[in-house]
């Protein structure tokens, strides 16, 4: 169909009819800025080749080196980018080397990720050493003061006993520390500490931030209800199993038992000597 030249006639038409020419309309365009898309980018190509061949083999292409980038190392001197990587992804692969140094610097920031550079005892290069793993809850809703109580319960024992503590606790967050406790064991032996060696050296509770809701009252009126929320940290350090406390408080029962003697030695009373009667005093 045909468009008059009069625009009141066009506007007579309905919406339906009209719409198919609209939409071809605008699928015509579409293509044309795609095709010209297509050349320009053949175009690009073609004059990138032909400039390619005018310079030669000989003559190398102008571009950084790879060395001249700063991909930075970590902790242990290994470099954090792929510095062997094509001229394509140079530019990705500095992004991400960035990325990875911004990482080793906020971890180093920090003293419980900074770990010691040791020699192992047959000799050889210096290998990274962890002494005592941090690893901490997220905040959930929870008084502080209530879990201050589970904390104090574990500080001071081995992983196993502190387990086991929360194991047969009554306390609604028990399960949470439990799981805790568990997956902190796990990363501090993927750290290379000793499992059977594990001691909760520290635990404290650290206040999160407060939800309040709507608490309805009596006559249409309203009140604000707060939520507290907390958070609880730990470390796990290498030291002495229940089974060596209990065996160094039995040495020392029975050095405390044979320093006092037995029934069979007899103790020489030694003479009492007055003060009186030492020399200096004879005046």
Not at 2 to 17: G, N, V
Not at 73 to 86: I, M, T
Not at 137 to 166: E, N, V, W, Y
């Amino acid at each position: 169909m045909s468009r008059s030249a009069d625009p009141a006639l066009d506007r007579s038409f309905s919406s339906s009819a009209r719409a198919p020419g609209m939409m071809d309309g605008l699928f015509s365009r579409m293509r044309t800025i795609r095709d010209g898309a297509s050349r320009l980018a053949t175009g690009n190509r073609l004059e990138r080749e032909r400039a390619s061949r005018q310079r030669g083999p000989t003559e190398p292409a102008t571009r950084a080196p790879a060395a001249e980038v700063d991909m930075g190392v970590d902790s242990e001197g290994n470099p954090l980018a792929d510095v062997s990587a094509e001229p394509s992804d140079l530019a990705f692969e500095a992004r991400r080397a960035a990325q990875r140094k911004k990482a080793v610097l906020r971890t180093q920031r920090k003293r419980w990720s900074v770990p010691r550079m040791a020699v192992p005892p047959g000799g050889g290069e210096a290998v990274a050493v962890y002494d005592e793993h941090k690893y901490s809850t997220a905040a959930f809703r929870i008084s502080p003061r209530k879990l201050k109580m589970l904390a104090d319960q574990i500080g001071g024992k081995p992983i196993d006993h502190a387990i086991l503590q929360m194991q047969f606790s009554g306390k609604k967050a028990s399960k949470r520390i439990k799981s805790t406790l568990a997956l902190a064991r796990e990363h501090a032996v993927q750290k290379g500490l000793r499992p059977n060696h594990l001691v909760v050296a520290e635990a404290w509770v650290g206040k999160g931030r407060r939800y309040k809701t709507i608490e309805p009252k009596g006559r249409g009126k309203t009140g604000i209800r707060k939520h507290p929320t907390a958070r609880l940290s730990i470390v796990l350090r290498e030291g002495k199993t229940w089974e060596a406390k209990e065996r160094k408080a039995l040495d020392l029962a029975r050095r405390r038992v044979r320093s006092i003697g037995t029934a069979g030695v007899v103790r020489v009373a030694r003479p009492v000597v007055n003060a009186w009667k030492r020399p200096g005093w004879n005046w």
